[in-house]
């Protein structure tokens, strides 16, 4: 199974102000049929999850463009540049290149 | 205006079964896979499992920790997936989301719980 690791596990930041969560796969991720099926998600409590990006870099529909994704590989991150409130909550990376589909341990985004 | 609307979730003891529904519209039902993940109480996202759309034959994944207890399925005629669960475990116990994937989970469903207790 695809390993995947998120870091930090908890961001505090300041309202305004960026943030950064990366997550790295234990082998690529990149599919035979040449995509990288790297998707990152947001979950505020009690609510279901949110796509934000899909295939590494490209924003859902309707998603705000302070979000930003980037990565090949193994290696990705997904930027907030400028973290508002409704932001808050935990931000999860995905892979869907191989099955099972494995999810990084989560990010907790709070204010400080 | 796509939407997933999920039922079927519950109390149930140790050793029985359930079936989750995940009733789908706004979308060709029927070209998209559906997928199933769960959440267990204060824990992340766990994938579940995956049934293809009719174009690639609706054929089926599993998670190993599922695998041989819990069957998914789907009715294109009246939209809806299934998450069949027997020989239920108290470590079943979650949330359960049905999602639309078509290359990314895109749509979710408001999630089903799922309480497996004696």
């Known amino acids: 199974d695809i390993v995947m690791t998120q870091t930090p596990l908890s961001s505090p930041v300041t309202l305004g102000q960026p943030a950064s969560i990366s997550c790295r796969s234990s082998q690529s991720l990149v599919h035979s049929d040449g995509d990288t099926y790297l998707s990152w998600l947001h979950q505020r409590p009690g609510q279901p999850p949110r796509l934000l990006i899909y295939?590494?870099?490209n924003r859902l529909s309707g998603v705000p463009d302070r979000f930003r994704g980037s990565g090949a590989g193994t290696d990705f991150s997904l930027q907030i540049s400028r973290v508002e409130v409704e932001d808050v909550g935990m931000y999860y990376c995905?892979?869907?290149?191989?099955?099972?589909?494995?999810f990084g341990q989560g990010t907790k985004l709070e204010i400080k | 205006e796509v939407q997933l609307v999920q039922s079927g979730g519950g109390l149930v003891k140790p050793g029985r079964s359930l079936r989750l529904s995940c009733t789908a519209s706004?979308?060709?039902?029927?070209?998209?896979?559906i997928s199933w993940f769960r959440q267990a109480p204060g824990k992340g996202l766990e994938w579940v499992a995956f049934i293809r759309g009719k174009p690639y034959g609706e054929t089926t994944e599993y998670a190993a920790s599922v695998q041989g207890r819990f069957t998914t399925s789907r009715d294109n005629s009246k939209s809806i997936a299934y998450l069949q669960m027997d020989s239920l475990k108290t470590e079943d116990t979650a949330v359960y989301y049905c999602?639309?994937?078509?290359?990314?989970?895109?749509?979710w469903g408001q999630g089903t719980r799922v309480i497996v207790s004696s």
């Open positions: 295939k590494i870099s």
């Open positions: 999602s639309r994937y078509g290359g990314r989970p895109d749509y």
């Open positions: 706004g979308f060709t039902f029927g070209d998209f896979a």
């Open positions: 995905m892979q869907s290149t191989q099955f099972p589909h494995t």
